[in-house]
């Protein structure tokens, strides 16, 4: 990235949203196509807001690994979930990027000329970022991955959550980290705790629910997490930070209504694009991806950008059916305090399956073991909304 022409205000490329993917997207750049002036444009003042994002080994292609790695905080080998009927131990390594690293990373990685924080944008026209004050930034191209978007012709539930990472007196005692504990009371939906083991004494904890509504009591939040800690003997001495989130759990909806009531480009990334995995709402691995399509363009116009992103998230829509039907399973079919039994029962599934599961890529022959067994919900359910969302 020259940023010969960054003095004045206009680009190659704007990317509007700091988050991840438009981070990786304007990383992916920097490495592979160095000669573009390139525009970060982010509303708040750093990079990444504040998130612990995490992702399998499995998730993202060995070829790909450059463009993670050095953003890793943190890798375990393999992964512990719990539920009623059993524990298991996964050998599928896990990995979390702090968005304090990511933040600090690109101020490394990128010139300065590229790094725009603090500017909210008012909207995205023909070559023009328009702010809501300052000065435009105009560019030969415009990726949006501003997030969020109108979600009103989809259908789905909510996974919301809030962390904390904890500094404790003693040990906590763990290995890996725990990615479901579902043994934890069953309220507001789906419900499970999850937990990092950043230190020795050093240990991100979520209570996190698959809710029919968004809404969040941080203070009852707390004093939820506080109570998990107590029941595993761990004593607190200082809450580090916090998170918390709303995401939506799409099960079904109409998809070209959804592209044509956001207004701006075609080109899209992130979840401004539905670029996510449907059940977990992880997005890393898709906007991984999406940086490197973009990265090995051999020619990034608006026009090429405007087709090749719309395809590849068309695609990604089309390619998660399957997932979306099982996300129906869980806010359509099950009572609300019954839904973890859709995931026990794809946990009590083979290692190799899980990957894939996760990275999207599940077979035909994986859908049908995952749909093989006792059933998680009344076979009287399950069937209208096979014959719907599948």
């Known amino acids: 990235m020259s940023g010969s022409s960054a003095s004045q205000n206009s680009y190659d ?14 990383v992916a750049l920097q490495e592979l196509r160095p000669e573009l002036d390139v525009a970060l444009i982010e509303a708040e003042d750093r990079f990444g807001g504040s998130h612990i994002w995490s992702f399998f080994d499995s998730d993202v292609d060995p070829e790909n690994k450059w463009l993670v790695e050095p953003l890793i905080s943190r890798h375990w080998d393999s992964y512990d979930v719990h ?40 909207c995205i026209g023909d070559g023009l970022v328009k702010l809501e004050k300052g000065e435009d930034i105009a560019a030969k191209a415009v990726i949006d991955v501003r ?27 763990l290995e890996r980290p725990v990615i479901m504990d579902a043994t934890v ?13 950043f230190g020795e004494k050093q240990i ?31 004593h607190i001495d200082a809450i580090v930070s916090e998170e918390h989130g709303q995401l939506p759990v799409i099960y079904g909806g109409d998809f070209r209504s959804f592209w044509k009531e956001n207004d701006g480009p075609d080109a899209r990334a ?37 087709e090749a992103l719309k395809d590849m998230a068309t695609k990604h829509w089309k390619s998660g059916k399957f997932y979306r039907m099982l996300c129906a399973f869980l806010f359509k079919g099950a009572d609300p305090d019954k839904r973890y039994l859709t995931l026990q029962h794809t946990y009590s599934k083979d290692e190799d399956l899980l990957a894939r599961f996760y990275a999207g890529k599940t077979t035909r022959r994986d859908q049908a073991a995952l749909l093989s067994g006792k059933p998680p919900i009344p076979i009287r359910r399950a069937l209208p909304l096979m014959m719907k969302y599948r």
Not at 15 to 25: D, K, P, V, W
Not at 186 to 196: E, H, K, N, T
Not at 212 to 223: F, K, S, V
Not at 279 to 299: E, G, H, N, R
């Open 13 to 26: 490329l704007a990317i509007a949203g700091g988050g991840l993917a438009g981070g990786l997207i304007a």
């Open 185 to 197: 009371d069953q309220s507001d939906g789906y419900r499970f705790v999850y937990c990092l083991p």
């Open 83 to 122: 539920f009623p009927e059993f524990s298991r131990s996964i050998a599928n390594g896990y990995n979390s990027i702090e968005s304090a690293n990511f933040d600090s990373f690109l101020r490394e990685k990128l010139p300065k000329s590229s790094l725009i924080t603090g500017k909210r944008i008012s």
């Open 270 to 306: 992130g979840t401004r694009a539905a670029l996510i995995q449907p059940i977990t709402s992880y997005s890393l691995p898709m906007a991984v991806q999406s940086a490197v399509l973009i990265a090995k363009m051999p020619d990034i116009t608006q026009s090429n950008l405007d």
């Open 204 to 234: 991100f904890v979520e209570d996190t629910y698959y809710s029919d509504t968004r809404d969040l009591d941080p203070d009852a939040l707390r004093a939820s997490i506080a109570g998990y800690a107590a029941d595993q003997e761990w």
């Open 147 to 173: 997030g969020g978007g109108n979600i009103d012709a989809l259908e789905f539930g909510w996974q919301k959550f809030f962390g904390q990472m904890l500094k404790l007196h003693e040990p906590h005692g």
